[in-house]
């Protein structure tokens, strides 16, 4: 029987616990990467998106998984995180290892952006579903399981979460998950039991137009952002216009333009953006911003880019 396809459960944005609740989460750092599900099987590994996406062939440097999994077939919750130039986690150099599967190029990017899966939980092994089971005790299952490796660890986990987040501020990381040791896991769902906390304004937007700059407006020279309603229209956010090299600049040109539409896709005109000029497009594509801060009137303020989600859809915001 093949191994069940599950969805990952999701952590609901939230505070520290309060200091009379120490001792009810379990705290782990939240790794600056992208979701990923390694399904180990056969000697094999595929991994598969926070979308049920295939990446397997994207990321062959984790295929050695299957042997320090005790020979048993598993299914491995974690993220797949890559390191820039100063030994640091960065979201931008994980961007590099994205959208490509070509072998050749792939082998180019595997020496020089190498990636390193940070397991944190398990939903399967040998011939049981663990999803049923408390957090607590597939933690201990996973950390038993799983041999280390160059390209794959099992982050430890912590009881002090404001310790813990005051660490990954001082390490620029993103921030924490705080978790209920008792709670089961639930594919799919965005649950209470798992709660997100992080250090700055990191957003989740889809795009919805593009301003074009350049020569012959080959690159993008703003993006004009926004968020679902719930109506099939985008809330209008905000733009970014930083953040980006010249290679994201280009790349993403390339990407929306197929997605051009005459509609603007927001629900109103935007208020703080001259429309001349702009390129309205079907809104599928999402991606990541760090901004200063969310607005009386809920906008983006001083926001930069920090790349696509392919993992994520507009439906998932």
Known sequence: MALPLYQPMLAQPGTLPLPHER???????????????????????????????????????????AGAVRGKRAVLDGELVAFGPDGCISFAAMQRRL?????????EL??????????????????ESLVRRPYRERRERLEDLVTPGTHWQVPAVFDDAKAVLEATRQLGLEGIVCKRPDASYRPGSRSPAWRK??????????????RPAGRGGRRVGRLLLGLPN??????Y??????????????????????????????????????????????????????AMEWTANRHLRLASWRGLRPDLAPSDL
Do not use: C
């Not at 595997?110 to 011939?127: H, K, Q």
């Open 23 to 65: 001792g009810e989460w379990l705290t782990e750092i939240k790794w600056d990467g992208v979701r990923a599900l390694m399904y180990v099987e056969d000697g094999r590994v595929r991994v598969r998106s926070r979308r049920a996406l295939d990446m397997t062939a994207s990321f062959p440097e984790v295929q050695r998984l």
């Open 99 to 107: 959208h490509v599967s070509r072998p050749v190029r792939v082998a």
């Open 110 to 127: 595997v020496r020089v952006v190498p990636v390193t899966f940070m397991a944190f939980d398990i939903l399967y092994a040998g011939e």
């Open 197 to 210: 906390v992080k250090n700055s304004q990191v957003a989740d937007v889809v795009i919805g137009g593009w």
């Open 230 to 235: 719930g109506a099939g229209q985008l809330r």
């Open 237 to 290: 956010v905000g733009t970014v216009k930083t953040g980006f090299t010249d290679a994201m600049r280009t790349d993403l040109a390339t990407r929306l333009r197929p997605l051009q539409q005459q509609r603007n896709p927001f629900t109103g005109q935007p208020q703080d953006e001259p429309l001349h000029g702009v390129r309205w497009v079907r809104p599928e594509l999402v991606g990541e911003v760090r």
